[in-house]
């Protein structure tokens, strides 16, 4: 091990190669002055620690590792400038909502994430990991890229709508009553009259049950502000959509 640390800069490459037994050993035996030293090879070129087709495999092997290995992780795939999708993808195997090494860490990562379509969608249909990742990051995104964030979400919600799909729309719903009660009273969000129209005019397509857990959307569908004059002021149920999907659709633009 003490050989390893004098020799780890000018190694880590040649011998590295994505494998998480020798990215383990390496964590587990440097210290904050090597790690930066590291740091700057891999922000200067000289030396590339992660391959992006093992990112998801290798991080959940690192979900057992000590919270300062972990850490040293996270700080060398920053440094790498690892695409943010491939760091996403690793929640779709992990079940367990106690792993705060890798939640706190993964938001530090997103939040210089500047957060595309494709990203968004992502978080978005997680579902999972709701309160430890999906609300903190997407109310840090709407509150610094403000509009950007609510068109997506409304082409998410068009799409749903015109691909006849109830249950993303549904999962849609129930992400923007989350951010509601994340956020208070005052905020833009609650101003976003396109995102608010949309919503309602595909109201009669939400289950009963959905509207029942989403009482900030309710109320705002009661309070009837976001009206055009042209739109007909009517609740009346429609019919439930199908699960029929069509090729046009954002949502099936990529694997969720």
């Known amino acids: 091990i003490a050989k390893s640390k004098k020799t780890l800069s000018s190694g880590i490459n040649a011998e590295y190669g994505g494998n998480s037994n020798i990215l383990h050993l390496i964590v587990s035996c440097i210290d904050s002055q090597q790690l930066h030293s590291i740091i700057c ?95 903190p990051i997407c109310v840090w995104w709407i509150d610094k890229y403000s509009e950007g964030v609510i068109r997506i979400i409304e082409s998410f919600i068009s799409a749903a709508v015109s691909t006849m799909d109830d249950r993303r729309l549904n999962i849609l719903v129930q992400f923007v009553e989350m951010i509601c009660k994340a956020v208070d009273q005052n905020h833009m969000l609650y101003e976003q009259t396109t995102l608010w129209r949309q919503i309602k005019s595909s109201y009669g397509f939400i289950s009963a049950s959905v509207k029942e857990e989403c009482p900030v959307i309710q109320r705002m569908m009661k309070e009837n502000k976001f009206e055009s004059d042209s739109e007909a002021d009517s609740d009346e149920e429609r019919p439930q959509l199908s699960k029929r999907k069509r090729d046009v659709s954002v949502l099936d633009s990529d694997d969720e």
């Open 41 to 135: 090879n891999v922000m200067s070129k000289k030396m590339k620690i992660f391959n992006v087709r093992s990112i998801g495999s290798l991080l959940k092997s690192t979900l057992e590792w000590e919270t300062f290995e972990q850490y040293c992780v996270w700080q060398l795939l920053s440094a790498e400038s690892v695409p943010s999708e491939s760091v996403i993808d690793v929640l779709k195997d992990i079940k367990d909502t106690h792993h705060f090494e890798l939640f706190s860490s993964m938001l530090i990562f997103l939040k210089s994430v500047k957060p595309t379509e494709k990203v968004v969608k992502k978080i978005i249909f997680l579902q999972n990991f709701e309160e430890q990742l999906v609300i």
